[in-house]
């Protein structure tokens, strides 16, 4: 079975991974994939950690898509138009609290539209 895919950008490594962490240990399915950070480690972000975050946690169902701040909102799109990845959407909800959300409902099985709109209507 496959679960739509929650992907985490942050600045910071420590932070995507913290969150992972955190959802991991109620979640246990469903694809989580940190993008934190920079190629380096460092703090930024980046398109390429970001692509291939999507690419593991897309299992053909899909994948949403939460940024902490700033220029990880733009690298997310940037990432998403130049995989030209339909089945993914970039969420306007807090990272810790919409990723959360989106786990939950991708774990009961639900497509993707429907844990986004469980998203959007908590966070909207």
Do not use: C
């Not at 694809?31 to 972000?45: L, Q, V, Y």
């Not at 593991?56 to 902490?68: K, T, W």
């Not at 990880?72 to 990723?99: R, Y």
Request: glycine letters at 8%.
């Amino acid at each position: 079975m496959s679960y739509v895919g929650v992907v985490l950008i942050s600045h910071s490594p420590k932070v995507a991974e913290g969150i992972q962490d955190m959802i991991r240990q109620v979640i246990k399915d469903v694809p989580i994939e940190a993008a934190g950070g920079t190629d380096e480690n460092e703090i930024g972000t980046s398109i390429d950690k970001i692509q291939q975050a999507i690419n593991r946690a897309n299992e053909g169902q899909g994948a949403v898509v939460f940024y902490d701040i700033g220029s990880a909102k733009m690298n997310a799109e940037m990432a998403v138009e130049m995989s030209q990845a339909e089945d993914v959407k970039v969420m306007e909800a807090p990272l810790v609290e919409g990723s959360y959300v989106a786990a939950v409902e991708s774990g009961m099985d639900k497509d993707k539209e429907s844990v986004a709109a469980a998203v959007e209507k908590e966070f909207g």
